[in-house]
């Protein structure tokens, strides 16, 4: 069986068992012991294995590249195209959920009961762009202190390359033992998607979804138009890429971040599929992916387009021009300031609704399918992370259109 059947079949069983344990078997011992012992104890194994290879991965990764670009013009021209195409994408994704969100009425719910049990405080928002203390941001997982970092140590090796050889030698060595490290975790994925899988639906359900169809689907539906439409589009204007060898090519990446519902723990995943199924060459993507891991992402700035418009209509609120303006500029800005973990982007909203004069009580509400949605935007956030990455790379003529092809 191939790699991508097994992750498929891993994930329809998760599914299958997780919904069936929740349904018939909850709250037994036996079931407790499944989901709390077996299930969470493989997939926190796991996602911790890909934690800790972040940092070093990053790390070499970057170094490497750098000592690849020709020079400092190379690397600022693909810092400003990076980031001006991610903030571009994710512009269009916010004015996507607002769009089909303004094409349905959502109906009326009691605003009672809700929890305002929610931690608001748990956003792990990136405010000192500037590291001071490189081993204070490791600790804390600071991906663009560490990011920042990495770059000038690049920077400064490719001024001296001459005269450190062996420094050279052993970056590049580190790089190649980091990837294999890479690889042996990864061979683990369907293993690790079918616990994740198992343990969400076991403890989640899907009844909770109910109340919140409406906003459910046209989250959902916003989300496949933008993965589909905009990014086969990007890719058809920018690039000479064909969209749908694109979207088999990152199939497996879009079940793995499903799974683990953060683009930070997908970055190792993401990385080998730029490489080894897009062609994208490491130079790029070193760079292009752990940024876009970090700052880019469009699937959480629909659902907040999405989740702002759901309950300004539940309130009563009206939104007019410059409502709807803050909303695409504070979106845009907390989806730049969203965590690449799971949940990041429903603490987020907060910020939205503050200037928009949303009660920050309607938050809760949306907790009951935040599960599930979580796990799609995710997915839309690393594809549109490694459909930027193809377009940069083609851009600089640094994509092997033969391995994307193959
Ligand atoms: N879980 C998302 C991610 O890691 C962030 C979010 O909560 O929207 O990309």
Do not use: W
């Not at 076991?202 to 496949?224: D, N, R």
């Not at 130079?283 to 309950?311: E, K, R, Y």
Request: proline letters at 2%; aromatic letters at 10%; charged letters at 15%.
């Amino acid at each position: 069986m191939s790699f991508t059947k097994k992750i498929i079949v891993a994930m329809i069983l998760g599914v299958a068992i997780g919904i069936t344990l929740n349904l018939f078997i909850a709250d037994t011992l036996a079931s407790d012991f499944i989901i709390i012992k077996v299930f969470s104890l493989i997939s926190n194994l796991f996602i911790s294995a890909l934690k800790l290879i972040i940092i070093p991965l990053i790390f070499f990764s970057i170094v490497c590249g750098i000592l690849s670009l020709s020079d400092d013009v190379s690397l600022s021209r693909l810092g400003i195209k990076t980031m001006t195409l991610y903030v571009f994408t994710t512009i269009i994704a916010i004015s996507i959920g607002l769009l089909f969100s303004s094409f349905i009425e959502f109906e009326a719910i009691l605003l009672t009961n809700l929890d305002s049990s929610i931690s608001l405080d748990n956003t792990n928002q990136k405010t000192d762009i500037f590291p001071s203390n490189i081993f204070k941001s490791l600790s804390e997982g600071n991906i663009i202190h560490l990011l920042i970092f990495s770059v000038l140590i690049g920077v400064a090796a490719s001024r001296i390359q001459d005269k450190i050889h062996t420094f050279i030698e052993y970056i590049h060595q580190f790089n190649m033992v980091i990837n294999e490290l890479v690889k042996i975790i990864i061979s683990f994925t369907p293993l690790a998607v079918f616990c994740i899988l198992s343990k969400t639906f076991a403890t989640q359900g899907i009844e909770t979804l109910a109340p919140l169809m409406g906003y459910f689907l046209i989250v959902v539906f916003s989300l496949f138009i933008h993965l589909f439409i905009t990014f086969s589009m990007l890719l058809k204007i920018f690039t000479k890429l064909d969209p749908r060898k694109f979207f088999k090519n990152i199939k497996d990446l879009i079940i793995f971040s499903f799974s683990t519902s953060s683009s930070s723990a997908s970055i190792p995943f993401t990385l080998n599929t730029a490489n080894e199924k897009c062609g994208i060459d490491k130079s790029i993507s070193s760079f292009t992916v752990p940024l876009g891991a970090t700052i880019n992402m469009d699937g959480t700035a629909i659902m907040q387009g999405c989740a702002t418009f759901f309950l300004a209509s539940l309130y009563g609120i009206d939104l007019g021009i410059s409502e709807i303006l803050t909303i695409v500029i504070t979106a845009t800005i907390a989806s730049i300031g969203t965590a690449g973990i799971p949940s990041a982007g429903i603490i987020m909203l907060t910020v939205i609704f503050s200037q928009v004069g949303i009660p920050l009580e309607g938050i809760p509400l949306l907790l009951g399918v935040d599960r599930l949605l979580d796990m799609l935007r995710t997915s839309v956030n690393v594809s549109g992370d490694i459909c930027i990455s193809c377009i940069v790379a083609s851009s600089e003529n640094k994509i092997n259109e033969a391995t994307f092809k193959s």
